[in-house]
């Protein structure tokens, strides 16, 4: 499991293989494989494995032009 935390980018959790719980401040979000959910910026949530699990984690970020 990782805690309660949130980040300064948009993120997109991809479930590879096994099954993710994602808790947000309104519902539970199940990610079974094949499975993927994206976050605006600073959204809270914590992420738990259901069983052992791979995910891919993919953050967004502001660059300079």
Do not use: C, M, Y
């Not at 805690?3 to 993710?20: F, L, P």
């Not at 605006?40 to 259901?50: C, F, M, R, S, T």
Request: proline content about 6%; hydrophobic content about 40%.
């Amino acid at each position: 499991s990782i805690a309660k935390h949130r980040a300064n980018e948009s993120a997109a959790i991809h479930t590879v293989s096994g099954h993710v719980r994602l808790r947000l401040p309104d519902r539970t979000v199940e990610l079974p494989p094949g499975h993927l959910l994206a976050l605006e910026p600073g959204l809270q949530h914590d992420v738990e494995a259901a069983v052992d699990s791979a995910f891919v984690l993919t953050l967004g970020w502001h660059g300079r032009q």
